[in-house]
């Protein structure tokens, strides 16, 4: 007896995930999710179950915790039909279709795959950081920076590059002060991202220096520094932490079958979800270093969604 085939398997479930499966569902494809279990140190439902607080997503003017809200999707996911399983996909194989995905339960096999594993936000894994998660320390400014907790309150940004520099710009339209501590005394940014930090009267750029440690029992209230060329420390008052040291898309156990950039994420072909595998699909932060917020990956796991349904139609899957 040949082994079941499903129409869609999609890996991942955070807000392009359940997108993609809500629509893909809503198509009768009858699409198969696993959600992960504890993958990339996560809980199912992806980064925004560790955020406290979302008020940028459309439709909810008064905010709620990011956990309800990826509640509510995957509630949404499971009333239009999507089958679920708390498991991690340990490896895939895209070499021949059907293609197949293992688990910890077994093989699975797919006429198309969607991929939605998200990218994990680098930490530093400082003293009092996992305490003070999401009490003062975030590692979005975008997503956290305009909460009630960091308005007109003096912030610290980690990290040279453009996101820090981006971020701590961001930071001063609510923060009173912004801090940002570089390691060395140049930043990576690019030339005119560099000019407009030091020229932004609100940022203090602190060189050589290097966070030791995030202060405070229940929130963030301060984060001790030091001088890597002096040795000197100090704590600097603070209501936020932001870290803009990089992500790590989670594309590890695709083992090299896909085509990914030079940081790791995912290439999608231009205006599409369409990766180098024909009949594998990649929405959200897995593929998108740019934007990273949860409205844009549900938008890529709506395309991943119709670009699969559109793939299976042509070959008469319907």
Request: proline share 4%.
């Amino acid at each position: 007896m040949s082994k079941h085939v499903e129409n869609v398997i999609i890996i991942g479930s955070g807000p392009a995930g359940h997108t993609a499966a809500i629509y893909s569902a809503r198509a009768n494809l009858k699409p198969l999710m696993f959600e992960g279990f504890m993958a990339g140190g996560v809980a199912a439902g992806g980064q925004l179950t560790t955020t406290t607080e979302i008020e940028n997503f459309p439709g909810f003017p008064e905010g709620l915790p990011g956990p309800d809200l990826m509640d509510r999707m995957r509630s949404q996911a499971v009333h239009c039909g999507t089958r679920i399983e708390t498991e991690t996909v340990n490896s895939v194989d895209l070499s021949r279709r059907p293609f197949t995905v293992v688990t910890d339960s077994g093989e699975f096999q797919a006429r198309t795959i969607i991929l939605a594993t998200g990218a994990t936000a680098k930490r530093l894994n400082l003293p009092g950081e996992e305490k003070l998660w999401q009490r003062g320390i975030s590692a979005c400014a975008v997503c956290d920076g305009a909460l009630p907790l960091f308005r007109n309150k003096p912030l610290v940004v980690i990290g040279g590059g453009d996101t820090a520099c981006e971020e701590a710009t961001y930071l001063t339209k609510f923060g009173s002060t912004v801090h940002l501590l570089v390691r060395r005394d140049v930043l990576r940014a690019s030339k005119a991202m560099q000019d407009r930090t030091k020229a932004n009267p609100k940022i203090h750029i602190h060189w050589f220096t290097e966070a030791v440690e995030a202060v405070g029992e229940k929130v963030l209230t301060g984060v001790r520094v030091k001088n890597n060329k002096s040795g000197a420390s100090e704590v600097l008052e603070a209501a936020g932490l932001f870290y803009a040291i990089g992500h790590e898309p989670n594309t590890k156990f695709l083992d090299g079958q896909l085509e990914l950039d030079e940081t790791g994420y995912i290439k999608t072909v231009a205006g599409t979800s369409r990766t180098s595998v024909n009949g594998v699909f990649a929405g959200g932060d897995v593929q998108d270093k740019v934007y990273r917020q949860a409205i844009t990956a549900a938008g890529t796991g709506c395309m991943a969604a119709l670009e699969a349904e559109r793939f299976l139609s042509e070959e008469g899957v319907h």
